[in-house]
C-alpha cells in the first residue's frame, strides 16, 4: 500500500531557483493539502484542494502555487525559492465523508535553500 | 491565524509512568485530532474527537474533547520505550475530521528513559 508519496525526499536549492515537490496518492481521496514545518512550530497549512481542479489558499500561501488536474496529484510550486522556505513540508489526503476521515501524511520533502 | 497552545514543549519520563498533556486554543473547534511524529516520518493520527465533553480511549491513550470546545487533552499510561516522539494537536473547524485546514499545536516532545 503507497499511501501519499513525497518526492524527493531532500532537496537543496539555491535562491531564486524553482522546483516542484510531488505528491501523490493511491487512496481516491477528494482532500489534498500541503503544510510546512519548523523548528519549534506545529504544521501550518500552505494550500489545500477540496478535489480536482479546486484548490485554495491555506495560513502560509505567500511563495508557493498549487494545482490539482487529477484526484491522485497535488504538486506544490516555488517559483522563487528563498531562505525563508528552509523547512519540512507534507503532503496530507483524506476522504471528505463525514464523520471519520483520518488524515493520512506523507513521510515529507527536507527542502534547504541556500 | 489561530494558535493552538500546547503543553509542556517536553518531557523526559520514565518506563511505565502516566504521561499527560494538553491542548488550549483561543477559539472553538468541531474535531480535535492528536497525532504522534517519529523522527523522519509524517504525522500519525492516535485519536479523533468530534464531540464536545467527548472520552474516547485507544489502546493506552485517551483523550478527551473539552466542554468548552477550546480545549483537549491527550493520556498516555504506564508508558514503554516506542513511546517516544512528538505529540500534536490539532483543531479542525469546517465539518468532522478532514484534512484541509487543520490548526496545529506546538508539539510535545516525549522522551521515555527505561
Known amino acids: 500500500n503507497a499511501g501519499v508519496t513525497q518526492t524527493p525526499k531532500f532537496q537543496v536549492l539555491k535562491t531564486g531557483q524553482s522546483m516542484t515537490l510531488q505528491c501523490a496518492q493511491d487512496m481516491n481521496h477528494e482532500y489534498m493539502s500541503w503544510y510546512r514545518q519548523d523548528p519549534g512550530m506545529g504544521l501550518r497549512l500552505i494550500h489545500y484542494s477540496v478535489g480536482a481542479g479546486i484548490t485554495d489558499q491555506g495560513e502560509v500561501p505567500n511563495g508557493y502555487n498549487v494545482s490539482r488536474s487529477t484526484t491522485e496529484d497535488f504538486p506544490l510550486r516555488l517559483l522563487s525559492a528563498a531562505p525563508s522556505q528552509t523547512s519540512v513540508y507534507f503532503c496530507a489526503s483524506s476522504y471528505n465523508t463525514a464523520p471519520n476521515t483520518e488524515a493520512f501524511f506523507g513521510q515529507g520533502t527536507r527542502l534547504t535553500v541556500v | 491565524g489561530q494558535q493552538l497552545n500546547q503543553s509542556p514543549q517536553s518531557m523526559f519520563i520514565q518506563e511505565g509512568e502516566d504521561v499527560s498533556m494538553n491542548c488550549t486554543s483561543s477559539?472553538?473547534?468541531?474535531?480535535w485530532l492528536w497525532y504522534k511524529q517519529d523522527p523522519g516520518e509524517g504525522p500519525v493520527l492516535l485519536i479523533a474527537?468530534?464531540?464536545?465533553?467527548e472520552l474516547t480511549s485507544n489502546g493506552r491513550l485517551t483523550a478527551q474533547f473539552g466542554i468548552t470546545r477550546k480545549d483537549s487533552f491527550l493520556n498516555i499510561s504506564a508508558s514503554i520505550p516506542s513511546d517516544v516522539g512528538i505529540y500534536f494537536c490539532a483543531g479542525q473547524l469546517d465539518g468532522a475530521g478532514t484534512a484541509s485546514k487543520l490548526t496545529f499545536g506546538t508539539g510535545t516532545r516525549l522522551q521515555v528513559t527505561l
Open positions: 474527537l468530534y464531540k464536545a465533553g
Open positions: 477559539s472553538i473547534f468541531n474535531t
